[in-house]
């Protein structure tokens, strides 16, 4: 069983950056795709973006693409999310998921392993 942990996270201001990280603790993560999600107070979780197993493919979510990226490292069983220019609307619980195939994926219901995630929140 995958178990992923979120840190990083915290009070950033707007036009800043921010680095999240994600542990995974039980088996490796190299067979799994990975990916960021966020969920902003009273809205639905959202794709940020995720990654395959050999960090061949990268998708993001359009909201970050151009400030953001998303890169592993199998050997420390370690995911992570960059993000630069932060605005205001970047404030959310961030999550980090697994899903049981090598390709990387934007739908939450594709992911089937969940951290418990970091708060974010960007000030003005």
């Known amino acids: 069983q995958v178990q992923l942990v979120e840190s990083g996270g915290g009070l950033v201001q707007a036009g800043g950056s921010l680095r999240l990280s994600c542990q995974a603790s039980?088996?490796?993560?190299?067979?799994?795709?990975m990916g960021w999600f966020r969920q902003a107070p009273g809205k639905e979780r959202e794709f940020v973006a995720s990654?395959?197993?050999?960090?061949?493919?990268?998708l993001y979510a359009d909201s970050v693409k151009g400030r953001a990226t998303i890169s592993r490292d199998n050997a420390k069983n370690m995911m992570f999310l960059a993000m630069s220019d932060v605005k205001l609307e970047d404030t959310a619980v961030y999550y980090c998921?697994?899903?049981?195939?090598?390709?990387?994926?934007?739908?939450?219901?594709?992911?089937?392993?969940w951290g418990p995630g970091t708060r974010v929140t960007v000030s003005s």
């Open positions: 990654i395959s197993t050999r960090s061949i493919t990268t």
């Open positions: 039980g088996p490796t993560l190299s067979p799994y795709g």
């Open positions: 998921a697994a899903r049981s195939a090598p390709v990387s994926a934007s739908g939450p219901s594709d992911y089937v392993h």
